[in-house]
Protein backbone atom coordinates (compact mmCIF):
# COMPACT_ATOMS: atom_id res chain seq x y z
CA UNK A 1 0.00 0.00 0.00
CA UNK A 2 1.38 3.24 -1.45
CA UNK A 3 1.47 6.04 1.93
CA UNK A 4 3.29 9.11 2.23
CA UNK A 5 3.23 11.21 5.18
CA UNK A 6 4.18 14.67 5.29
CA UNK A 7 4.86 16.50 8.97
CA UNK A 8 7.09 19.64 9.96
CA UNK A 9 4.05 22.23 9.74
CA UNK A 10 3.39 24.55 11.74
CA UNK A 11 3.09 28.73 12.60
CA UNK A 12 6.15 30.76 11.61
CA UNK A 13 6.97 34.17 12.26
CA UNK A 14 7.83 35.89 8.93
CA UNK A 15 11.67 35.37 7.67
CA UNK A 16 11.26 32.00 9.61
CA UNK A 17 11.98 28.78 9.20
CA UNK A 18 10.47 25.35 8.21
CA UNK A 19 11.54 21.50 7.81
CA UNK A 20 8.94 19.76 6.14
CA UNK A 21 9.42 15.88 5.77
CA UNK A 22 7.52 13.39 3.79
CA UNK A 23 8.32 9.50 4.55
CA UNK A 24 7.11 7.25 1.40
CA UNK A 25 6.26 3.58 1.81
CA UNK A 26 5.29 0.85 -0.52
CA UNK A 27 7.07 2.02 -3.39
CA UNK A 28 10.50 2.27 -4.81
CA UNK A 29 11.02 5.73 -3.42
CA UNK A 30 14.34 5.79 -5.17
CA UNK A 31 13.31 5.55 -8.98
CA UNK A 32 10.71 7.93 -8.83
CA UNK A 33 10.84 11.94 -9.17
CA UNK A 34 9.17 13.41 -6.21
CA UNK A 35 7.46 16.86 -5.67
CA UNK A 36 6.36 19.16 -3.14
CA UNK A 37 3.10 21.14 -3.99
CA UNK A 38 1.04 23.75 -2.00
CA UNK A 39 -2.50 25.05 -1.93
CA UNK A 40 -3.43 28.12 -0.59
CA UNK A 41 -6.64 28.67 1.04
CA UNK A 42 -9.04 29.81 -2.26
CA UNK A 43 -6.40 29.08 -4.64
CA UNK A 44 -5.38 26.23 -6.54
CA UNK A 45 -2.82 23.65 -5.59
CA UNK A 46 0.84 24.50 -7.06
CA UNK A 47 3.74 23.21 -8.03
CA UNK A 48 6.85 24.39 -5.21
CA UNK A 49 9.61 22.61 -5.67
CA UNK A 50 10.90 18.90 -7.98
CA UNK A 51 13.71 16.51 -7.53
CA UNK A 52 14.15 13.80 -10.02
CA UNK A 53 15.60 10.08 -9.55
CA UNK A 54 19.29 11.58 -10.40
CA UNK A 55 18.60 14.63 -7.66
CA UNK A 56 18.57 17.38 -10.34
CA UNK A 57 15.98 19.98 -8.75
CA UNK A 58 13.51 22.57 -9.72
CA UNK A 59 11.73 25.64 -8.41
CA UNK A 60 8.83 27.81 -8.30
CA UNK A 61 9.95 31.07 -9.25
CA UNK A 62 7.90 32.32 -5.91
CA UNK A 63 10.13 29.96 -3.65
CA UNK A 64 13.71 30.09 -5.69
CA UNK A 65 16.46 30.95 -3.38
CA UNK A 66 14.50 30.35 -0.32
CA UNK A 67 13.33 26.76 -0.29
CA UNK A 68 15.60 23.61 -0.96
CA UNK A 69 14.13 20.62 -1.93
CA UNK A 70 16.13 17.47 -1.11
CA UNK A 71 15.65 13.37 -0.99
CA UNK A 72 17.17 10.75 1.12
CA UNK A 73 16.66 7.33 -0.89
CA UNK A 74 18.18 5.34 2.53
CA UNK A 75 15.05 6.88 4.65
CA UNK A 76 12.98 6.91 1.96
CA UNK A 77 12.21 10.70 2.83
CA UNK A 78 11.51 14.02 1.06
CA UNK A 79 12.51 17.24 2.23
CA UNK A 80 11.67 21.02 2.31
CA UNK A 81 13.57 23.43 3.95
CA UNK A 82 12.36 26.50 3.86
CA UNK A 83 14.37 29.35 4.82
CA UNK A 84 13.04 33.44 4.71
CA UNK A 85 9.64 32.32 5.17
CA UNK A 86 6.13 35.21 4.27
CA UNK A 87 3.05 35.34 4.87
CA UNK A 88 2.38 34.75 1.07
CA UNK A 89 3.85 31.07 1.78
CA UNK A 90 1.19 29.92 4.25
CA UNK A 91 -0.66 26.84 2.58
CA UNK A 92 -1.23 23.40 3.20
CA UNK A 93 2.02 21.67 1.42
CA UNK A 94 1.55 18.11 -0.26
CA UNK A 95 3.90 15.61 -1.35
CA UNK A 96 3.44 14.28 -4.63
CA UNK A 97 4.75 11.73 -7.12
CA UNK A 98 3.55 10.25 -10.58
CA UNK A 99 3.16 6.83 -11.48
CA UNK A 100 2.07 6.61 -15.10
CA UNK A 101 -1.10 8.37 -15.05
CA UNK A 102 -1.64 8.18 -11.81
CA UNK A 103 -1.04 11.08 -9.31
CA UNK A 104 0.01 10.23 -5.32
CA UNK A 105 -0.44 12.37 -2.26
CA UNK A 106 -0.11 12.53 1.31
CA UNK A 107 -2.43 14.32 3.40
CA UNK A 108 -0.61 17.49 3.38
CA UNK A 109 0.80 19.65 6.38
CA UNK A 110 -0.40 23.01 7.14
CA UNK A 111 2.35 26.15 7.01
CA UNK A 112 1.00 29.03 8.89
CA UNK A 113 3.26 32.45 8.76
CA UNK A 114 2.02 34.93 10.72
CA UNK A 115 3.58 37.19 13.21
Known amino acids: QVQLVESGGGLVQPGGSLRLSCAASGIFFRIYAMAWYRQAPGKQRELVAG???????YYADSVKGRFTISRDNAKNTLYLQMNSLKPEDRAVYYC?????????WGQGTEVTVSS
Open 51 to 57: VTFGDAT
Open 96 to 104: NFKHGSDDY
